[in-house]
């Protein structure tokens, strides 16, 4: 009897160590799955977050340039990438070629009276206010795309001036000064001269900025060789 009572004993030790061993592995499962499900929120939380859009910023066409309103994402714009000229009451003026590649970025809504324009339509606008926009257009897309900030160089008697990768105005000079130019058009060599003094007076390089029909540009730099 005394056997069998030991014996007992140790069975029912055992099964309540089962128990509590099933118990455990139960426990362990469940805390699996809420730590799994817990990820999977927060995982669909991030995509939602990161598939949302930024938001626009609102500018209006007047004559022939583009101004924002006053927002962050306007002053981010020029801070980050420097589009346009940052104005006293938190604004920033776009020329009309920022415009165009920034609604071509959907990172900009204009408005001509209360009508937003789509790129083309803006296109057209600018087209018809300058007759070599869209070579223009090419050259100054193909340099941002690249990675550079080019701005306009009138005062230097050039179309564009163009700061090399990392480097924002005001923290460097320009390395060059670029001249976009039709593959169709031709250039004369008193043209190709001029172009070249200017360069040359300020102290930057040459850069011709051939456009094709398609859009596509190729560049060609040029520098002072003394004989």
């Not at 009897?1 to 509590?20: D, G, L, N, P, R």
């Not at 999977?40 to 626009?56: A, I, L």
Request: proline share 2%.
């Amino acid at each position: 009897m005394a056997k069998k009572a030991v014996k007992k004993k140790t069975e029912q030790k055992k099964q309540v160590k089962i128990e509590k061993i099933e118990v455990k592995k139960v426990v362990e499962k469940a805390d699996i799955k809420k730590e799994e499900k817990k990820e999977t929120e927060q995982k669909k939380k991030t995509e939602v977050k990161e598939d949302k859009p930024k938001k626009k910023v609102k500018s209006f066409l007047v004559d022939e340039l583009v101004l924002t309103d006053s927002s962050d994402e306007a002053k981010e714009l020029y801070n980050q990438s420097r589009y346009g000229v940052l104005l006293e009451e938190g604004k920033v003026q776009l020329s009309l070629l920022e415009a165009l590649f920034l609604i071509e970025k959907n990172k900009l809504d204009v408005y001509d009276n209360k009508k937003i324009l789509n790129f083309e339509e803006f296109l057209k606008k600018a087209t018809l206010k300058e007759p070599n926009f869209w070579i223009r257009y090419s050259v100054f897309k193909d340099m941002r795309n690249r990675g550079y900030i080019i701005k306009t160089a009138l005062k230097f008697g050039a179309d564009f001036r163009v700061y090399d990768r990392g480097v924002k105005p005001g923290e460097d000079h320009a390395k060059w000064v670029v001249f976009p130019v039709n593959e169709a058009s031709t250039l004369t060599w008193y043209e190709f001269s001029a172009k070249n003094r200017v360069a040359h007076s300020t102290k930057k390089r040459l850069l011709l900025g051939i456009v094709d029909a398609e859009g596509d540009v190729t560049y060609y730099e040029c520098k002072w060789m003394r004989p």
